[in-house]
């Protein structure tokens, strides 16, 4: 690859990142708790984006990238003194929530947590669409079960689909709609063995949104901490700060 083509394709990779790319992910303090309704409205923080670099097909399935409309995700934190906030909103054209028992088996999102000793130990979660929306953690055998202290709110809607995306198929139909769901957790400090709520402490995060057009998982978006970002102990750097300066007020209309 000659020399103008390795720029050209650093600028081109290099558009589609945030701000803070190589820099450990700045979660801010809130002060207020957040609402956990699914509406998003109080939230001002940086934008994890989770599109087509961060894209993993299965092994043996198509490995098409649909495009954003396909399968996408962003994903906002924030933090008090009780616990870990996290926003994230999920686009899908065909959200599959899980027919059976455990809940990874559909479409869901799986949160991993990991403190910055040595020997720490990741935590798992994963929150899955369904009647109610479910969040639960990954025990020790490999079960889910209950994640103690937690909160989770939601909100859905199916929108039309504005722009057909790639196929991922040979005969299978477009979708004509995508669906939107937002998710709000809120985590107590409790359930985080390892991470520590005081500013300037960091711990490590990896989100992956699992992708399923049927039964068979066809890929998934894997965050682990944006290019060339530290790392802890292997997850993307998250690191705790103090709350965000109030946004200006607007000049009074005469």
């Not at 669906?179 to 300037?200: N, Q, S």
Request: some cysteine; aromatic content about 8%.
């Amino acid at each position: 690859m000659r020399g103008w083509q390795v720029w050209l394709l650093f600028i081109v990779v290099s558009a589609g990142l945030p701000a803070w790319a190589g820099e450990a992910y700045a979660c801010a303090e809130t002060r207020t708790p957040k609402f956990l309704d699914g509406r998003f409205t109080e939230w001002h923080e940086p934008t994890i984006v989770l599109d087509g670099w961060c894209w993993r097909a299965e092994a043996g399935a198509t490995p098409i990238y649909g495009g954003p409309l396909d399968c996408s995700a962003t994903v906002r934190l924030a933090w008090d003194a009780k616990r870990l906030y996290l926003a994230i909103a999920v686009v899908d054209d065909a959200l599959k929530p899980a027919k059976k028992t455990p809940a990874d088996t559909g479409d869901a999102v799986i949160l991993r947590f990991v403190g910055d000793a040595k020997d720490a130990v990741p935590t798992e979660f994963v929150l899955a669409w369904g009647s109610p929306v479910t969040l639960q953690r990954r025990e020790a055998d490999g079960t889910l079960g209950t994640a103690p202290g937690a909160l989770v709110g939601a909100a859905r809607a199916t929108l039309p689909l504005p722009v057909t995306p790639l196929p991922r198929e040979t005969g299978k139909p477009a979708p004509t709609s995508i669906t939107k769901a937002w998710y709000e957790v809120a985590l107590p400090w409790t359930a985080l063995p390892g991470l520590t709520p005081k500013r300037d402490a960091t711990f490590g995060l990896e989100v992956q949104v699992l992708d399923r057009d049927g039964d068979a998982l066809r890929g998934r978006l894997r965050w682990h901490g944006a290019p060339a970002a530290p790392r802890v102990n292997g997850l993307g750097a998250v690191r705790l700060t103090a709350p965000l300066p109030a946004a200006p007020k607007g000049k009074k209309l005469p």
